[in-house]
């Protein structure tokens, strides 16, 4: 990842920041994204501190112009090409797995799969126009997309809805789009007590630098995966 340019969503925290260390730490100049300004800037410094390169940018993935503004940004940064993307921005209302669907409200809804698929499907679109023909793009996933459990309400299906969408794209250009799975991560938006973040980035490292093509292109790619290819 020498001197490449990686962009990540949702990099504030969880899973999007530790992925961001990771990319930094292989020699990414990592542009972070998330809708806090002040966390961005932890993020930051944490990575120049340990002789990283990162750049912040607030956005909110659900502003179709912001992530524009986003990837032309990341874009200048890089020589005018981007080559990692990792639409990682969530949101998760209310407890997790005591969100029953049926008593979700409208509003709860709404802005979940606005967040949640049109972030991903805005982002996605966004960097294309600067996606190096090398270049791969990931989506953070989960195993509620594909299997119902109770209480996962919007989010659920909200992850459903991005991987249909990551899946799309895939279909659609040369370059890869993957689905990265990397299991229950004990994270803010979970609350679960399960993987650390920093125990799942190098998944998603691996699957943007050393997994095979078609491995990666329009997959899920899981933690059982990764650990299988890495042994």
């Known amino acids: 990842m020498d001197g490449e340019t990686a962009v990540i969503t949702g ?14 730490d292989a020699g990414a100049h990592v542009v972070v994204c998330a809708r806090s300004r002040d966390e961005l800037e932890s993020v930051t410094e944490d990575i120049r ?3 990283g390169a990162a750049t912040a940018v607030r956005a909110d993935v659900r502003d179709e112009f912001d992530v524009e503004r ?15 993307v990792l ?16 008593e979700e409200s409208y509003s709860v809804f709404d802005d979940t799969i606005r967040t949640n698929v049109r972030g991903v499907f805005a982002t996605l679109k966004e960097a294309l126009p600067h996606l190096a023909e090398d270049g791969r793009m990931l989506v953070s996933s989960g195993a509620v997309a594909r299997t119902a459990y109770p209480g996962y309400g919007a989010y659920a299906a909200s992850k459903a809805g991005a991987e249909a969408v990551a899946r799309g794209v895939a279909a659609d250009i040369d370059q ?22 920093d125990d799942v980035a190098p998944q998603f490292v691996w699957a943007a630098t050393e997994a095979p093509a078609e491995t990666v292109d329009g997959e899920v790619v899981d933690r059982g995966d990764w650990r299988k290819a890495t042994a």
């Open 176 to 197: 890869p789009v993957g689905i990265i799975d990397p299991g229950q991560v004990s994270t803010e938006l979970t609350g679960a007590d399960a993987y650390d973040p």
């Open 49 to 51: 501190a340990d002789g």
């Open 70 to 84: 986003l990837m032309e940004r990341a874009a200048e940064r890089g020589g005018g090409e981007i080559e990692y």
């Open 87 to 102: 639409a990682n921005a969530g949101v998760y209302h209310g407890e997790s797995g005591e969100t029953p669907l049926p």
């Open 11 to 24: 990099a504030s925290r969880g899973i999007g920041r530790a992925v961001a260390e990771s990319f930094a």
